[in-house]
């Protein structure tokens, strides 16, 4: 499978489709204090598109990235994400950009698989996949001037099963009648990202 490096923004001419896998790679959790340093993009025939912000002697990196910005606010793509909430709260901070349309395939298999306890990236690949895929460089300097090719395929791989593990999860959904349940779910990830942003961070608002 293809895998594209771009510095700053992804290049014009880029179809990827309606269906789009997406991740991000930072400094750490806090979108606030912590730099937004990759963003990785899979269409649905594996082709990666990695886009770097390289780090600037004056301060934080240039996020203007006029086509990635498109690509994300189109409103026809379905942006898949594996924990949405992280990565649509970083891409709106960083980007100025509000990701639409959302599928997570973290709430997708909490909603589907009530009868598991793990939902992490890697424990839905190797149980609905039969694919093994290595965490090893996810605490590695993603803010480094030059990625290493371990660190390039590390990233592709956080991407690259999305679309098979939505089919899977999107059939489960509809065996247990959690379908409507689970698209309401991902309705409201861009409004949870909002409360997360604007101060009600860890905060149940529907708590008594």
């Known amino acids: 499978m293809a895998v594209e490096l771009h510095k700053g923004d992804l290049r014009s001419?880029?179809?990827?489709?309606?269906?789009?896998?997406?991740?991000?790679?930072?400094?750490?959790?806090?979108?606030?204090r912590d730099r937004l340093c990759l963003v990785q993009l899979c269409d649905r025939e594996g082709h990666c598109h990695l886009i770097q912000f390289p780090p600037r002697a004056e301060g934080k990196p240039d996020y203007s990235a006029p086509n990635l910005k498109a690509l994300l606010a189109?409103?026809?793509?379905?942006?898949?994400?594996?924990?949405?909430?992280?990565?649509?709260?970083?891409?709106?901070?960083?980007?100025?950009?509000?990701?639409?349309?959302?599928y997570c395939t973290k709430i997708a298999s909490k909603i589907a698989r009530t009868n598991a306890d793990r939902h992490g990236l890697k424990d839905l690949c190797r149980g609905l996949l039969g694919i093994e895929v290595s965490k090893q460089m996810q605490l590695s300097d993603w803010g480094r001037e030059e990625l290493t090719s371990e660190q390039l395929e590390y990233a592709s791989e956080d991407v690259r099963h999305l679309h098979g593990l939505r089919e899977r999860l999107d059939e489960l959904l509809e065996r247990e009648g959690r379908a409507e349940l689970a698209a309401a779910c991902f309705r409201f990830v861009p409004t949870r990202v909002r409360l997360d942003l604007a101060g009600w961070r860890g905060v149940d608002i529907f708590e008594h």
């Open 74 to 102: 189109d409103q026809a793509i379905t942006k898949l994400f594996h924990f949405a909430r992280f990565d649509v709260a970083t891409l709106a901070h960083h980007l100025g950009v509000w990701c639409e349309r959302v």
């Open 13 to 32: 001419g880029i179809d990827l489709g309606s269906s789009v896998a997406i991740d991000t790679e930072t400094m750490g959790l806090n979108p606030f």
